[in-house]
């Protein structure tokens, strides 16, 4: 069974918005949106692995990134994945070059529940919303 080691950010607004990437052209489960991040490789820390990707994918440095928690997850019978995951607040789109997926959108925490999202990011994003009072 493949396993996989992931760092993914919950990028979030005071007012209780969520940034997502819009995943089109590039989903691996059918997915249309997901939290931001990707694989850890060899040599990297989880923070290491959260920052390179940040840059790849939103062109992007930021100096608020925390550590929120670790996740294990099985996506299904064949993947499963340790899910290393950051907090930080989002940036102002005019901020942002979306260098990955189609573009970055801003839900609110309800709305974002409501979409077709990557495999366990509807726990994490759950989870955060209740922590934070976006959701009840």
């Known amino acids: 069974m493949p396993h996989r080691n992931v760092s993914e950010v919950i990028l979030y607004t005071d007012d209780g918005k969520l940034l997502l990437q819009d995943r089109e052209g590039i989903a691996k489960f059918g997915e249309k949106y997901a939290l931001f991040g990707g694989g850890i490789e060899d040599g990297e820390t989880p ?3 959260m920052e390179r990707e940040l840059k790849e994918e939103l062109n992007y440095e930021f100096e608020d990134l925390e550590e929120y ?3 294990e997850f099985r996506i299904d019978e064949n993947n499963t994945r340790t899910y290393h995951i950051f907090q930080a ?3 102002e789109l005019d901020k942002i070059e979306v260098l990955e997926g189609k573009e970055a959108k801003f839900f ?3 709305e974002a529940l409501k979409q077709n999202l990557f495999p366990g990011d509807h726990l994490i994003i759950r989870e955060f919303g209740k922590l934070k009072g976006f959701l009840q």
């Open 47 to 49: 923070r290491e692995a």
């Open 69 to 71: 928690k670790v996740l």
């Open 89 to 91: 607040k989002a940036p």
């Open 108 to 110: 609110t925490f309800e």
